[in-house]
Protein backbone atom coordinates (compact mmCIF):
# COMPACT_ATOMS: atom_id res chain seq x y z
CA UNK A 1 0.00 0.00 0.00
CA UNK A 2 2.84 2.14 0.86
CA UNK A 3 4.04 1.69 -2.22
CA UNK A 4 0.96 2.87 -4.33
CA UNK A 5 0.93 5.76 -2.28
CA UNK A 6 4.24 6.35 -2.98
CA UNK A 7 4.13 5.90 -7.09
CA UNK A 8 0.77 8.33 -7.34
CA UNK A 9 2.62 10.97 -5.33
CA UNK A 10 5.29 10.76 -7.57
CA UNK A 11 2.65 10.64 -10.68
CA UNK A 12 0.39 14.26 -10.13
CA UNK A 13 4.01 16.70 -9.97
CA UNK A 14 4.80 15.66 -13.66
CA UNK A 15 0.98 15.63 -14.53
CA UNK A 16 0.93 19.35 -13.05
CA UNK A 17 3.96 20.28 -14.81
CA UNK A 18 2.64 18.64 -18.35
CA UNK A 19 -0.58 21.11 -17.94
CA UNK A 20 1.54 23.98 -16.99
CA UNK A 21 3.94 23.74 -20.00
CA UNK A 22 0.93 23.50 -22.41
CA UNK A 23 -0.60 26.67 -20.87
CA UNK A 24 2.89 28.19 -21.49
CA UNK A 25 2.93 27.21 -24.65
CA UNK A 26 -0.80 28.19 -25.63
CA UNK A 27 0.03 31.29 -24.40
CA UNK A 28 3.22 31.62 -26.58
CA UNK A 29 1.27 30.77 -29.60
CA UNK A 30 -1.47 33.49 -28.72
CA UNK A 31 1.20 36.31 -28.34
CA UNK A 32 3.00 35.33 -31.08
CA UNK A 33 -0.23 35.46 -33.76
CA UNK A 34 -1.40 39.24 -31.87
CA UNK A 35 2.50 40.58 -32.65
CA UNK A 36 1.80 38.99 -36.55
CA UNK A 37 -1.43 41.07 -36.38
CA UNK A 38 -0.81 44.27 -34.86
CA UNK A 39 3.23 45.23 -34.42
CA UNK A 40 3.82 45.57 -38.32
CA UNK A 41 0.91 48.28 -37.75
CA UNK A 42 2.41 49.97 -35.18
CA UNK A 43 6.03 50.02 -36.68
CA UNK A 44 4.80 51.22 -40.05
CA UNK A 45 3.22 54.48 -39.76
CA UNK A 46 3.63 55.40 -43.16
CA UNK A 47 1.94 52.57 -44.41
CA UNK A 48 -0.07 53.33 -47.85
CA UNK A 49 -3.93 54.06 -47.60
CA UNK A 50 -5.25 53.23 -50.71
CA UNK A 51 -8.75 55.44 -51.60
CA UNK A 52 -10.73 54.37 -54.69
CA UNK A 53 -10.61 57.94 -55.94
CA UNK A 54 -12.60 57.06 -59.65
CA UNK A 55 -15.14 59.29 -60.27
CA UNK A 56 -19.05 57.69 -61.00
CA UNK A 57 -19.55 60.55 -62.87
CA UNK A 58 -19.73 60.23 -66.61
CA UNK A 59 -17.47 62.64 -68.95
CA UNK A 60 -19.55 66.06 -69.93
CA UNK A 61 -20.88 65.10 -73.32
CA UNK A 62 -19.03 67.02 -76.22
CA UNK A 63 -21.79 69.34 -77.12
CA UNK A 64 -21.46 72.18 -79.91
CA UNK A 65 -23.80 75.01 -80.60
CA UNK A 66 -25.51 75.23 -83.61
CA UNK A 67 -25.87 78.74 -84.79
CA UNK A 68 -29.53 79.40 -86.33
CA UNK A 69 -29.89 82.36 -88.83
CA UNK A 70 -32.41 85.21 -88.12
CA UNK A 71 -35.93 84.60 -89.71
CA UNK A 72 -36.54 86.41 -92.77
CA UNK A 73 -39.93 87.66 -93.73
CA UNK A 74 -41.57 86.45 -96.48
CA UNK A 75 -41.91 88.57 -100.09
CA UNK A 76 -44.94 89.25 -100.90
CA UNK A 77 -46.77 88.83 -97.83
CA UNK A 78 -47.84 91.39 -95.21
CA UNK A 79 -47.12 90.47 -91.41
CA UNK A 80 -49.78 89.60 -89.32
CA UNK A 81 -51.43 92.30 -87.83
CA UNK A 82 -51.28 92.82 -84.04
CA UNK A 83 -54.00 90.72 -81.43
CA UNK A 84 -56.12 94.37 -80.20
CA UNK A 85 -56.08 94.37 -84.38
CA UNK A 86 -57.49 91.67 -85.47
CA UNK A 87 -61.10 91.07 -86.49
CA UNK A 88 -61.07 94.62 -86.25
CA UNK A 89 -63.59 96.64 -88.42
CA UNK A 90 -63.81 100.07 -89.52
CA UNK A 91 -64.85 102.15 -86.99
CA UNK A 92 -69.12 103.43 -87.44
CA UNK A 93 -70.61 105.50 -84.77
CA UNK A 94 -73.62 104.41 -83.74
CA UNK A 95 -76.49 107.66 -83.45
CA UNK A 96 -77.78 105.63 -79.87
CA UNK A 97 -75.92 106.11 -76.77
CA UNK A 98 -74.55 102.91 -75.51
CA UNK A 99 -76.68 100.61 -73.15
CA UNK A 100 -75.98 100.48 -69.82
CA UNK A 101 -74.87 96.84 -69.19
CA UNK A 102 -76.39 96.80 -65.36
CA UNK A 103 -79.58 98.03 -66.81
CA UNK A 104 -79.81 95.17 -69.31
CA UNK A 105 -81.54 91.91 -68.83
CA UNK A 106 -80.83 89.94 -71.76
CA UNK A 107 -82.28 85.97 -71.32
CA UNK A 108 -81.03 82.94 -72.92
CA UNK A 109 -82.50 82.43 -76.60
CA UNK A 110 -84.56 79.37 -76.32
CA UNK A 111 -85.64 77.79 -79.41
CA UNK A 112 -88.97 78.22 -79.92
CA UNK A 113 -91.66 75.19 -79.28
CA UNK A 114 -92.97 73.29 -82.21
CA UNK A 115 -97.10 73.50 -82.49
CA UNK A 116 -98.63 70.38 -81.43
CA UNK A 117 -102.12 69.16 -82.46
CA UNK A 118 -104.03 67.92 -80.38
CA UNK A 119 -105.05 63.88 -80.47
CA UNK A 120 -108.15 63.38 -81.17
CA UNK A 121 -109.82 59.77 -80.60
CA UNK A 122 -109.47 57.32 -82.61
CA UNK A 123 -113.62 56.76 -83.99
CA UNK A 124 -113.62 60.09 -84.60
CA UNK A 125 -109.76 60.38 -87.06
CA UNK A 126 -111.10 57.65 -89.01
CA UNK A 127 -114.17 59.69 -89.93
CA UNK A 128 -112.30 62.89 -91.10
CA UNK A 129 -111.24 62.79 -94.12
CA UNK A 130 -107.41 63.40 -95.28
CA UNK A 131 -108.28 66.36 -96.31
CA UNK A 132 -109.20 67.71 -92.87
CA UNK A 133 -105.86 66.14 -91.69
CA UNK A 134 -103.85 68.33 -94.47
CA UNK A 135 -106.08 71.13 -93.77
CA UNK A 136 -104.84 70.82 -89.95
CA UNK A 137 -100.88 71.22 -90.47
CA UNK A 138 -99.85 74.81 -89.65
CA UNK A 139 -99.35 77.23 -91.80
CA UNK A 140 -95.76 77.72 -91.87
CA UNK A 141 -95.15 74.35 -93.78
CA UNK A 142 -97.61 75.37 -96.65
CA UNK A 143 -95.09 78.45 -96.96
CA UNK A 144 -92.25 77.61 -99.66
CA UNK A 145 -88.92 77.51 -98.33
CA UNK A 146 -86.26 79.59 -99.81
CA UNK A 147 -83.47 79.06 -100.89
CA UNK A 148 -79.82 79.58 -99.22
CA UNK A 149 -77.99 82.83 -99.56
CA UNK A 150 -75.24 82.06 -101.45
CA UNK A 151 -71.96 82.71 -99.77
CA UNK A 152 -69.89 86.45 -101.02
CA UNK A 153 -66.09 86.42 -102.06
CA UNK A 154 -64.15 88.83 -101.55
CA UNK A 155 -61.34 90.38 -103.89
CA UNK A 156 -58.73 87.81 -102.05
CA UNK A 157 -61.40 84.66 -102.95
CA UNK A 158 -62.32 84.57 -98.85
CA UNK A 159 -65.78 84.38 -97.92
CA UNK A 160 -67.70 87.94 -96.81
CA UNK A 161 -68.40 87.90 -93.56
CA UNK A 162 -70.26 90.20 -91.53
CA UNK A 163 -70.84 91.59 -87.32
CA UNK A 164 -72.99 93.15 -85.45
CA UNK A 165 -71.83 96.42 -83.62
CA UNK A 166 -73.94 96.80 -80.36
CA UNK A 167 -71.82 99.18 -78.61
CA UNK A 168 -69.12 101.25 -78.31
CA UNK A 169 -67.65 102.03 -74.11
CA UNK A 170 -65.05 104.36 -73.17
CA UNK A 171 -64.90 101.83 -69.92
CA UNK A 172 -63.60 98.51 -71.28
CA UNK A 173 -65.04 97.10 -68.25
CA UNK A 174 -68.59 97.94 -68.93
CA UNK A 175 -67.68 96.27 -72.23
CA UNK A 176 -66.12 93.29 -70.34
CA UNK A 177 -69.81 93.30 -68.79
CA UNK A 178 -72.01 93.76 -71.94
CA UNK A 179 -69.82 91.00 -73.51
CA UNK A 180 -70.87 88.57 -70.85
CA UNK A 181 -74.55 89.28 -70.90
CA UNK A 182 -74.63 88.57 -74.34
CA UNK A 183 -72.69 85.22 -74.84
CA UNK A 184 -75.11 84.00 -71.32
CA UNK A 185 -77.82 84.80 -73.35
CA UNK A 186 -76.47 82.65 -76.46
CA UNK A 187 -74.92 85.16 -78.72
CA UNK A 188 -71.13 85.14 -79.75
CA UNK A 189 -69.94 88.18 -78.52
CA UNK A 190 -66.50 89.25 -78.82
CA UNK A 191 -64.64 92.96 -77.86
CA UNK A 192 -62.06 95.25 -79.93
CA UNK A 193 -60.40 98.21 -79.20
CA UNK A 194 -60.11 101.19 -81.19
CA UNK A 195 -58.97 104.82 -81.51
CA UNK A 196 -60.93 107.33 -82.74
CA UNK A 197 -61.23 111.12 -83.06
CA UNK A 198 -63.10 111.51 -79.58
CA UNK A 199 -60.42 109.37 -77.65
CA UNK A 200 -60.02 105.04 -76.92
CA UNK A 201 -63.27 103.17 -77.19
CA UNK A 202 -63.68 99.71 -76.62
CA UNK A 203 -66.36 97.80 -79.08
CA UNK A 204 -68.57 94.90 -78.54
CA UNK A 205 -69.69 92.63 -81.70
CA UNK A 206 -71.86 89.75 -81.82
CA UNK A 207 -70.98 87.39 -85.41
CA UNK A 208 -69.70 86.89 -87.26
CA UNK A 209 -72.18 85.71 -89.94
CA UNK A 210 -71.15 84.41 -93.25
CA UNK A 211 -74.74 85.45 -94.58
CA UNK A 212 -76.00 89.53 -94.13
CA UNK A 213 -79.72 88.02 -93.63
CA UNK A 214 -78.46 86.32 -90.78
CA UNK A 215 -76.75 89.24 -89.11
CA UNK A 216 -79.88 91.13 -90.40
CA UNK A 217 -82.24 88.73 -88.43
CA UNK A 218 -79.52 89.10 -85.37
CA UNK A 219 -79.74 92.91 -85.42
CA UNK A 220 -83.25 93.06 -85.24
CA UNK A 221 -83.31 90.58 -81.65
CA UNK A 222 -80.67 92.70 -80.16
CA UNK A 223 -82.77 96.04 -81.43
CA UNK A 224 -85.12 94.87 -79.62
CA UNK A 225 -83.59 93.42 -76.56
CA UNK A 226 -81.20 96.27 -76.08
CA UNK A 227 -83.73 98.80 -76.91
CA UNK A 228 -81.36 100.66 -79.23
CA UNK A 229 -79.93 100.80 -82.74
CA UNK A 230 -76.94 98.35 -83.47
CA UNK A 231 -74.89 98.80 -86.78
CA UNK A 232 -74.17 95.92 -89.03
CA UNK A 233 -70.38 96.17 -90.40
CA UNK A 234 -67.87 93.68 -92.52
CA UNK A 235 -66.15 91.51 -90.86
CA UNK A 236 -62.28 92.32 -91.19
CA UNK A 237 -60.06 89.23 -90.36
Known sequence: MASRDNDSYSASPRRRLNDGVKQRIVGALVLAALAVIFLPSLFDREGARYVDVTSQIPPAPDIKPISISEPEPVKGIEPAPPVNEVFQPEYVEQKTPAPDPEQVSLEPQQPEPEPTVAAQPASTASKEPAQALAASKPAADKQPQLPAEETQLDEQ???????????????????????????????????????????????????????RTDAQSDKQKLDKLLKAETLILRYRA
Open 157 to 211: GLPEGWVIQVAAYKDSDSADRMRGKLLDAGFRAYTRAVDTPKGRFVRVFVGPKLS
